[in-house]
């Protein structure tokens, strides 16, 4: 059976990022865990997608067009606490805002499993 048969309430996921790429990714990663996952391309799309549902987990890349990662972290924590966020970027760690977790890129499957199980406790009951 896998995960996601065994979840009785899936993990929302909102991944932004503005690489097809590593969305694509990180979408793979999140959904082998049985995660149900949103995409947005930039900070704009990632606040409409998170108003129409909430999601457990937010994984925000830095640098974006527009609005910037840092920004769209001010302002997901001010407006939803309950929500952990996780940084990804190429940029060293010493230059990301604080956050519950990070997933320097590359990344791997055993991060995204390790920032599940430390951060997402419904994730950890299935």
């Known amino acids: 059976m896998n995960r996601r048969a065994q979840l009785d ?13 590593q969305r694509a990714l990180l979408r793979r990663y999140f959904e082998r865990e ?3 996952v949103t995409t947005a391309q930039n900070a704009e799309e990632a606040m409409l997608a998170y108003r129409a549902a909430t ?6 890349d830095l640098v974006l ?6 920004e769209l972290t ?9 929500c952990v966020v996780v940084i990804t970027s190429v940029l060293e760690i010493s ?4 956050s519950q977790a ?7 499957g055993a991060q995204v499993r390790k920032v599940l ?4 406790p419904k994730w950890n009951s299935a």
């Open 55 to 60: 999601p457990d987990l937010a994984v925000i």
């Open 74 to 82: 001010d302002c997901l924590r001010a407006e939803y606490p309950e």
């Open 95 to 98: 230059q990301y805002p604080d």
């Open 102 to 108: 990070n997933l320097p890129k590359p990344f791997t």
């Open 117 to 120: 199980h430390d951060y997402v």
């Open 9 to 21: 309430q899936e993990v929302a996921v909102l991944i932004v990022d503005d690489s097809d790429d």
């Open 34 to 36: 049985g995660c149900m």
């Open 65 to 70: 067009p527009g609005m910037t990662g840092w």
